[in-house]
């Protein structure tokens, strides 16, 4: 991930990436660039998935079994790689969504002691 000059984009956290790739994959199949984009979208431009990070995820994620892919035309008529979640995808994202809720109670509790002694 590369900062804004205004260092108002977020860093993800180590195998974040992995977790938004498989959610974003679960509306459909999608190009690399169409990920990307999406992530960014989403994120309302605070998060921004650079190609040296992009594609070495797709590749891992790949060769776990939690994708698959093929070679298609895109929307702007190009050639390209379109991802798909696999069944195995879809249960990898459900462990990662349950250990993204974990992290966060975590972390709020960490945070926001007060609310905790209430």
Known sequence: MAKAPDDTRLELLQGTLDMLILRTLQWGPRHGHGIGQSIRQQS??????????????????????????????????????????????????????????????????IMNPASREE
């Open 44 to 109: 309302d431009e605070l998060l921004r998935v650079e190609t040296g990070s992009l594609y070495p995820a797709l590749h891992r994620l790949e060769k776990r079994g939690w994708l698959k892919s093929k070679w298609a035309t895109s929307e702007a008529n190009q050639r390209a790689k379109y991802y798909e979640l696999t069944a195995t995808g879809k249960a990898q994202l459900a462990r990662e969504q349950d250990r993204w809720s974990q992290l966060v109670a975590a972390i709020g509790r």
